[in-house]
């Protein structure tokens, strides 16, 4: 005889503390698995219940946790307990002692989907942090990139290898912008101690994120802060003044920097407007030649020396802030997608096309 594959329980919500917990139990016995364990009025089990009927109870042995159950089926059950860790462990360790098997969303996601393509945008759509992002992951959810994909497949196999190859391109060219639906564009603010940094790293995200103050070396750590342009999800960092000083705590702090500069896909240089302009400063310039190139404190009486151009920028008048954001956000995505596009936006999906286009 056939044995009964165990039931699933899958945790929908996120880990950690929240209002509400929701696990789901699925596969054939969820119903029965979970009247052993639920009390609720009038002890009717569920399976006597109308589907889809909110019921309230309590889940274990008494006192119980209290907890609000939905039969959507005999072989799939919601449960809502409290937000928190401990209630949630508790019930699924319970459930795993009577034969439940315990499942990471991620798994139960593959397993409800035939479609590869449409498994992973499920996934990434739970990770992505902005309504845009969320957007292109949701065309590609309802099938955009298996649509370019056969398309790609039906011009190769009919021996259409330029229009393949062109479509190919199209999509690869795509793919920067597809991995950070997901991942935040890295965004670095860099420039010598005191010009404005942390003032401005504030400024673009709306709250005060870096210490400000008037002697330079404030910054010493990187200090980061997520925020949103033009609906891409964007990390922006601050960092430690960059200058060759005597001091231990703050050369750390400079070669953190450097280390974090190498690693931006946008550098921001900022410069004080109303300090004279150095030779050191240009030498920064060319060092990071293509650079977002911002001039701070505008509000100020300008410093002494002609200076390359650049925005200027006021965090005490909000001047340029603005215009900054708008700068960021261009040379992030120069050329914004039209919707319904179709994305890559996992790696599995660029081998394939990088597989693909070497065999056309
Ligand atoms: N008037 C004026 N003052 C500013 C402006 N931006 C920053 N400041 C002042 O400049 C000083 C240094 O600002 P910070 O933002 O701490 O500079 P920083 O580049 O982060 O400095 P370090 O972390 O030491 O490298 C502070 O006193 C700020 O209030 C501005 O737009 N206008
Ligand atoms: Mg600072």
């Known amino acids: 005889m056939l044995q009964q594959p165990p039931v699933k329980v899958v945790q929908l919500t996120s880990p950690g503390r929240g209002a509400v917990t929701t696990l789901l139990l699925e596969g054939p016995g969820a119903a029965g698995l979970l009247d052993t364990n639920f009390w609720g009025k009038g002890n009717r089990p569920l399976k006597s219940q109308p589907a889809d009927r909110l019921l309230f109870g309590h889940f274990g042995a008494e006192p119980g946790e209290e907890v609000v159950v939905r039969r959507c089926s005999d072989e799939s059950v919601e449960l809502h307990c409290h937000g928190g860790r401990a209630a949630a462990a508790m019930i699924e360790k319970v459930l795993v002692e009577q034969g439940a098997r315990v499942v990471a969303w991620q798994d139960w996601i593959v397993d409800h989907h035939q479609d590869p393509i449409t498994a992973a945008a499920h996934a990434a759509l739970a990770e992505t942090r902005t309504e845009r992002a969320a957007a292109i992951l949701l065309d590609q959810y309802h099938g955009a990139l ?74 010493r750590d990187v200090v980061t802060a997520c925020a949103a342009i033009d609906g891409w999800p964007v990390e922006f960092s601050d960092t430690a003044g960059l200058h060759s000083g005597d001091d231990a705590i ?16 946008l550098v921001v240089l900022v410069f004080d407007r109303s300090a004279a302009w150095f030779q050191a400063d240009r030498t920064l310039i060319e060092s990071w030649p293509e650079t977002l190139v911002v001039h701070s404190k505008c509000d100020l009486p300008p410093g002494a020396g002609s200076r390359p151009s650049g925005l200027a920028t006021s965090v005490s008048t909000g001047q340029g802030i603005e215009a900054l954001v708008c700068a960021i956000g261009d040379r992030l995505v120069p050329d914004p997608p039209p919707p319904g596009v179709a994305m890559p936006f996992a790696a599995e999906q660029l081998d394939w096309l990088t597989r693909f286009s070497r065999l056309t």
């Open 146 to 219: 298996r649509r370019a994909l056969d398309e790609i497949e039906k011009a190769a196999l009919g021996g259409r290898q330029q229009t393949a190859e062109k479509l190919i391109a199209e999509l690869l060219a795509r793919a920067e912008l597809g991995r950070h639906l997901v991942q935040p564009w890295r965004v670095v603010l860099a420039g010598r101690p005191n010009v404005g940094k942390s003032s401005l790293i504030n400024a673009l995200v709306g709250y005060p994120r870096a210490i400000v103050h008037h002697a330079p070396g404030t910054t």
């Open 250 to 265: 703050e050369r750390a702090g400079v070669e953190l920097a450097e280390r974090k500069l190498l690693d931006a896909e």
